[in-house]
T-cell receptor, first 119, second 110 residues
Framework: GAVVSQHPSWVICKSGTSVKIECRSLDFQATTMFWYRQFPKQSLMLMATSNEGSKATYEQGVEKDKFLINHASLTLSTLTVTSAHPEDSSFYIC???????????????FGPGTRLTVT | GQQVMQIPQYQHVQEGEDFTTYCNSSTTLSNIQWYKQRPGGHPVFLIQLVKSGEVKKQKRLTFQFGEAKKNSSLHITATQTTDVGTYFCASRAGGFKTIFGAGTRLFVKA
Protein backbone atom coordinates (compact mmCIF):
# COMPACT_ATOMS: atom_id res chain seq x y z
CA GLY A 1 0.00 0.00 0.00
CA ALA A 2 0.91 3.65 -0.27
CA VAL A 3 3.31 4.84 2.40
CA VAL A 4 3.99 8.32 3.65
CA SER A 5 6.95 8.87 5.91
CA GLN A 6 7.78 11.75 8.19
CA HIS A 7 11.09 12.72 9.65
CA PRO A 8 11.84 13.19 12.41
CA SER A 9 9.22 11.26 14.35
CA TRP A 10 9.88 13.44 17.37
CA VAL A 11 12.02 16.44 18.11
CA ILE A 12 12.79 18.59 21.11
CA CYS A 13 14.12 22.06 20.46
CA LYS A 14 14.83 25.20 22.39
CA SER A 15 12.64 28.25 22.16
CA GLY A 16 13.74 30.54 19.35
CA THR A 17 15.23 27.86 17.13
CA SER A 18 13.80 26.52 13.88
CA VAL A 19 12.78 22.95 13.13
CA LYS A 20 12.29 21.31 9.75
CA ILE A 21 9.94 18.38 9.29
CA GLU A 22 10.00 16.29 6.13
CA CYS A 23 7.08 14.48 4.57
CA ARG A 24 7.76 11.94 1.83
CA SER A 25 5.50 9.76 -0.26
CA LEU A 26 7.63 6.65 -0.61
CA ASP A 27 5.95 4.67 -3.36
CA PHE A 28 3.73 7.13 -5.15
CA GLN A 29 3.73 10.65 -6.49
CA ALA A 30 1.55 13.10 -4.67
CA THR A 31 -0.30 15.85 -6.44
CA THR A 32 -1.08 17.56 -3.20
CA MET A 33 0.24 17.33 0.32
CA PHE A 34 -1.37 18.66 3.45
CA TRP A 35 -0.04 19.67 6.82
CA TYR A 36 -2.14 19.22 9.93
CA ARG A 37 -1.68 19.98 13.56
CA GLN A 38 -3.23 17.83 16.25
CA PHE A 39 -3.42 18.60 19.95
CA PRO A 40 -3.81 15.72 22.43
CA LYS A 41 -7.18 14.02 22.15
CA GLN A 42 -8.36 16.56 19.62
CA SER A 43 -9.14 16.60 15.95
CA LEU A 44 -6.82 17.44 13.11
CA MET A 45 -6.56 21.08 12.19
CA LEU A 46 -5.58 21.74 8.61
CA MET A 47 -2.70 24.20 8.47
CA ALA A 48 -1.89 24.40 4.79
CA THR A 49 -2.18 22.75 1.42
CA SER A 50 0.87 22.44 -0.75
CA ASN A 51 1.23 21.61 -4.41
CA GLU A 52 4.52 20.76 -6.05
CA GLY A 53 6.19 23.78 -7.53
CA SER A 54 3.78 26.36 -6.21
CA LYS A 55 3.24 28.34 -3.05
CA ALA A 56 1.35 26.72 -0.24
CA THR A 57 -2.17 27.79 0.60
CA TYR A 58 -2.49 28.54 4.28
CA GLU A 59 -5.64 28.26 6.34
CA GLN A 60 -6.98 31.30 8.11
CA GLY A 61 -5.08 32.02 11.29
CA VAL A 62 -1.95 30.12 10.31
CA GLU A 63 1.10 32.37 10.00
CA LYS A 64 2.84 31.61 6.73
CA ASP A 65 6.03 33.33 7.85
CA LYS A 66 6.18 31.10 10.89
CA PHE A 67 5.26 27.83 9.25
CA LEU A 68 7.26 27.71 6.04
CA ILE A 69 6.22 25.06 3.57
CA ASN A 70 8.31 23.95 0.63
CA HIS A 71 6.98 21.37 -1.81
CA ALA A 72 10.11 20.67 -3.80
CA SER A 73 9.01 17.59 -5.69
CA LEU A 74 6.09 15.23 -6.20
CA THR A 75 7.32 13.12 -3.30
CA LEU A 76 8.61 15.64 -0.78
CA SER A 77 7.14 18.48 1.23
CA THR A 78 8.79 20.17 4.18
CA LEU A 79 7.38 22.20 7.03
CA THR A 80 9.74 24.51 8.90
CA VAL A 81 8.61 25.93 12.20
CA THR A 82 10.61 29.12 12.54
CA SER A 83 11.49 30.75 15.85
CA ALA A 84 9.63 28.04 17.70
CA HIS A 85 7.92 28.78 21.00
CA PRO A 86 6.43 26.42 23.58
CA GLU A 87 2.93 27.04 22.22
CA ASP A 88 4.09 25.51 18.94
CA SER A 89 4.53 22.19 20.70
CA SER A 90 2.17 19.79 19.01
CA PHE A 91 1.78 16.72 16.83
CA TYR A 92 2.29 17.65 13.18
CA ILE A 93 0.91 15.25 10.59
CA CYS A 94 1.23 15.38 6.82
CA UNK A 95 -0.92 13.63 4.28
CA UNK A 96 -0.76 13.13 0.56
CA UNK A 97 -3.16 12.51 -2.28
CA UNK A 98 -1.74 10.12 -4.88
CA UNK A 99 -1.46 11.15 -8.47
CA UNK A 100 -3.29 9.32 -11.22
CA UNK A 101 -6.51 8.36 -9.50
CA UNK A 102 -9.50 7.53 -11.66
CA UNK A 103 -12.26 10.11 -11.87
CA UNK A 104 -14.36 9.92 -8.73
CA UNK A 105 -11.72 8.05 -6.76
CA UNK A 106 -10.24 9.49 -3.62
CA UNK A 107 -7.43 8.40 -1.38
CA UNK A 108 -5.52 10.20 1.29
CA UNK A 109 -2.52 8.72 3.05
CA PHE A 110 -1.19 10.06 6.31
CA GLY A 111 2.30 10.13 7.63
CA PRO A 112 3.02 8.82 11.13
CA GLY A 113 3.33 12.34 12.51
CA THR A 114 6.08 14.34 14.18
CA ARG A 115 5.84 15.25 17.82
CA LEU A 116 7.45 18.64 18.42
CA THR A 117 8.27 19.80 21.92
CA VAL A 118 9.64 23.29 22.37
CA THR A 119 11.31 23.97 25.70
CA GLY B 1 -16.60 28.13 6.39
CA GLN B 2 -17.70 24.57 6.01
CA GLN B 3 -17.91 22.63 9.27
CA VAL B 4 -18.84 19.13 10.23
CA MET B 5 -20.14 18.37 13.70
CA GLN B 6 -19.63 14.90 15.08
CA ILE B 7 -21.41 13.10 17.92
CA PRO B 8 -20.98 11.56 20.36
CA GLN B 9 -17.64 12.81 21.59
CA TYR B 10 -16.89 9.42 23.06
CA GLN B 11 -18.63 6.11 23.68
CA HIS B 12 -17.95 3.11 25.87
CA VAL B 13 -19.35 -0.22 24.69
CA GLN B 14 -19.09 -3.82 25.77
CA GLU B 15 -17.41 -6.06 23.23
CA GLY B 16 -20.08 -7.43 20.93
CA GLU B 17 -22.34 -4.37 21.17
CA ASP B 18 -22.98 -2.14 18.21
CA PHE B 19 -21.64 1.39 17.84
CA THR B 20 -22.68 4.37 15.75
CA THR B 21 -21.14 7.78 15.26
CA TYR B 22 -22.88 10.62 13.47
CA CYS B 23 -21.64 13.51 11.43
CA ASN B 24 -23.80 16.56 10.65
CA SER B 25 -23.43 19.71 8.63
CA SER B 26 -25.63 22.78 8.25
CA THR B 27 -24.65 22.96 4.60
CA THR B 28 -24.83 20.42 1.83
CA LEU B 29 -21.64 18.41 1.56
CA SER B 30 -20.23 17.33 -1.75
CA ASN B 31 -18.60 14.34 -0.10
CA ILE B 32 -17.83 12.76 3.24
CA GLN B 33 -14.87 10.68 4.32
CA TRP B 34 -14.33 8.54 7.35
CA TYR B 35 -11.01 7.92 9.07
CA LYS B 36 -9.86 5.82 12.01
CA GLN B 37 -7.03 6.79 14.30
CA ARG B 38 -5.75 4.27 16.80
CA PRO B 39 -4.36 5.59 20.09
CA GLY B 40 -0.87 6.90 19.41
CA GLY B 41 -1.25 6.35 15.68
CA HIS B 42 -2.05 8.40 12.63
CA PRO B 43 -5.37 8.63 10.77
CA VAL B 44 -6.16 5.91 8.28
CA PHE B 45 -8.56 6.60 5.44
CA LEU B 46 -11.55 4.23 5.53
CA ILE B 47 -13.95 5.37 2.83
CA GLN B 48 -15.44 8.23 0.86
CA LEU B 49 -19.13 8.71 0.09
CA VAL B 50 -20.31 11.12 -2.58
CA LYS B 51 -23.84 10.14 -3.63
CA SER B 52 -27.06 11.11 -1.91
CA GLY B 53 -28.35 8.19 0.17
CA GLU B 54 -25.24 6.15 -0.51
CA VAL B 55 -24.55 3.15 1.71
CA LYS B 56 -21.27 1.27 1.71
CA LYS B 57 -20.10 -1.66 3.79
CA GLN B 58 -16.70 -2.85 4.85
CA LYS B 59 -17.09 -6.07 6.80
CA ARG B 60 -18.69 -5.01 10.10
CA LEU B 61 -18.64 -1.30 9.20
CA THR B 62 -21.57 0.36 7.45
CA PHE B 63 -21.29 3.90 6.14
CA GLN B 64 -24.26 6.04 5.12
CA PHE B 65 -24.59 9.41 3.44
CA GLY B 66 -27.89 11.16 4.01
CA GLU B 67 -30.37 11.89 1.27
CA ALA B 68 -29.86 15.62 1.72
CA LYS B 69 -26.08 15.14 1.90
CA LYS B 70 -25.97 16.99 5.20
CA ASN B 71 -25.30 14.04 7.48
CA SER B 72 -23.50 10.75 7.58
CA SER B 73 -23.09 7.84 9.93
CA LEU B 74 -20.66 5.05 10.62
CA HIS B 75 -22.09 1.94 12.26
CA ILE B 76 -20.00 -0.90 13.61
CA THR B 77 -21.77 -4.20 14.22
CA ALA B 78 -20.60 -6.40 17.09
CA THR B 79 -17.62 -4.33 18.16
CA GLN B 80 -14.29 -5.94 18.88
CA THR B 81 -11.37 -4.66 20.94
CA THR B 82 -9.53 -3.97 17.70
CA ASP B 83 -12.15 -1.34 16.88
CA VAL B 84 -10.81 0.89 19.65
CA GLY B 85 -9.76 4.31 18.44
CA THR B 86 -11.10 7.64 17.30
CA TYR B 87 -13.31 7.81 14.26
CA PHE B 88 -13.30 11.05 12.34
CA CYS B 89 -15.61 12.21 9.62
CA ALA B 90 -14.30 14.79 7.21
CA SER B 91 -15.37 16.62 4.12
CA ARG B 92 -13.41 17.81 1.17
CA ALA B 93 -14.16 21.47 0.55
CA GLY B 94 -12.90 22.73 -2.74
CA GLY B 95 -10.12 20.83 -4.43
CA PHE B 96 -8.57 18.36 -2.04
CA LYS B 97 -8.70 20.42 1.18
CA THR B 98 -10.19 18.27 3.95
CA ILE B 99 -11.98 19.58 7.04
CA PHE B 100 -12.23 17.15 9.95
CA GLY B 101 -14.94 16.69 12.53
CA ALA B 102 -13.98 16.54 16.20
CA GLY B 103 -14.00 12.76 16.24
CA THR B 104 -15.73 10.10 18.30
CA ARG B 105 -13.53 8.13 20.62
CA LEU B 106 -14.60 4.50 20.96
CA PHE B 107 -13.71 2.44 24.00
CA VAL B 108 -14.45 -1.29 23.88
CA LYS B 109 -14.50 -3.34 27.06
CA ALA B 110 -13.68 -7.00 26.67
Amino acid sequence: GAVVSQHPSWVICKSGTSVKIECRSLDFQATTMFWYRQFPKQSLMLMATSNEGSKATYEQGVEKDKFLINHASLTLSTLTVTSAHPEDSSFYICSANPRGLERGEYEQYFGPGTRLTVT
Amino acid sequence: GQQVMQIPQYQHVQEGEDFTTYCNSSTTLSNIQWYKQRPGGHPVFLIQLVKSGEVKKQKRLTFQFGEAKKNSSLHITATQTTDVGTYFCASRAGGFKTIFGAGTRLFVKA
